[in-house]
């Protein structure tokens, strides 16, 4: 670029800026990550004047170098201010140490994510979870999480249950009007819902239903919290469409479940379901759409953690617009009874019967 490519306007001049903080984001996000996990925000986390070299250095136990292009990274990435030779904490900063949301989301990406996602494109062109064989040779994310490395599952787990344990007190009244005396979890992971059921309703129980390996975490959650004896399991994988979906449930629950799935997937399961419900079974889908979300931030977090189910789940699944899941209610013979906006973190409930 010559003198005279430059941009003229400040339009111009912030959007050729905010287009470099885009080419050295992977670099950005590490100069975060270790500034938090190295111990630099915290050393300087409740010092209005901050902190020096030297005194950051006996704090943290990094060299002077180290310290040094961390420090001046941090500055530049806006986490950081220098002033006299001290390094003070900036608002940024202070979320990146501070904020659960940032923590969880940035744990999952380095954990989970990060690795995975130099196959993006071949993820994109093959409909394939890419980047998933940096794990093994795993079809999808879910028959691999018995056995991911530990700070993998951590922060996978840590990733699913921060954005759903929120939405769960104010969803249980919903599910429980009137109370059901046996209630299917679908997709039913540690067991989180399935536990908080029995201790809302004494009467109730729950048969969760899952791949083999997670259901063999969830039930053993389950007989620990003392309620084996209300809580059971149907080992089924939902990508096989030969397997049906037992009856005998009064409401049956999905959370955070369908965007796992492609839409074709998802109006085969939706089908499956519909076919073991009878005229008063109802069917709870709670998630969270890109469209109904309140502000920006959650919007960008969505449409970005799409591009996870791309690279690292499935290949074909995505955080959906809620008209693509109620077109697929609707494929499937079921109807919307009942839509509920802004539970927990801006989750929404949708309520379904047969049609």
Not at 216 to 222: F, I
Not at 226 to 236: A, L, T
Not at 273 to 278: G, I, K, Q, S, Y
Request: charged share 20%; proline share 5%.
């Amino acid at each position: 670029m010559t003198q005279s490519d430059l941009p003229k306007s400040k339009t111009a001049a912030s959007a050729i800026f905010e287009a470099q903080r885009l080419a050295f984001a992977p670099i950005a996000f590490h100069v975060a990550r270790t500034l938090r996990d190295s111990g630099v925000l915290t050393a300087l986390a409740g010092k209005p004047k901050g902190l020096d070299l030297t005194a950051l250095q006996q704090s943290t136990k990094l060299s002077r170098y180290a310290l040094r292009v961390l420090l001046e990274g941090g500055v530049v990435a806006g986490m950081l201010h220098e002033k006299a030779e001290r390094y003070i904490l900036s608002k940024l900063g202070f979320f990146v140490e501070r904020d659960p949301m940032t923590r969880v989301n940035m744990d999952f990406v380095h954990d989970v994510c990060y690795q995975g996602g130099f196959y993006t494109e071949e993820a994109l062109r093959t409909g394939t979870p890419a980047g998933l064989k940096v794990f093994g040779p795993h079809k999808t994310v879910y028959e691999a999480l018995a056995t991911l490395p530990p700070a993998a599952k951590k922060s996978w787990f840590a990733f699913d249950h921060y954005y759903s344990d929120t939405a769960f007190p104010e969803v249980l009244p919903l599910v429980f009007a009137p109370p059901p005396r046996t209630l299917f979890d679908i997709g039913g992971n540690t067991g989180r819902f399935a536990t908080q059921c029995v201790q809302f309703d004494a009467n109730v129980e729950v048969t969760i239903l899952d791949l083999p390996g997670q259901l063999n975490v969830a039930l053993a959650n389950a007989r620990t919290a003392g309620f084996g004896h209300r809580i059971k399991g149907h080992p089924i994988d939902f990508l096989d469409p030969a397997l049906p979906v037992p009856q005998g449930a009064d409401a049956i629950w999905m959370s955070q479940f369908l965007c796992c799935f492609s839409e074709p997937e998802v109006v085969t399961i939706l089908t499956r379901v519909r076919e073991a419900m009878t005229a008063s079974t109802r069917l709870f889908i709670l998630d969270t759409y890109w469209d109904r979300q309140k502000h920006d931030v959650a919007r960008y977090c969505l449409n970005m953690s799409s591009l996870y189910f791309t690279v690292m789940a499935n290949g074909n699944s995505r955080m959906y617009h809620s008209q693509d899941v109620l077109d697929c209610v609707k494929a499937a013979g079921l109807t919307l009874e009942q839509e509920t906006d802004h539970l927990g973190m801006s989750h929404t409930l949708f309520c379904c019967r047969k049609r």
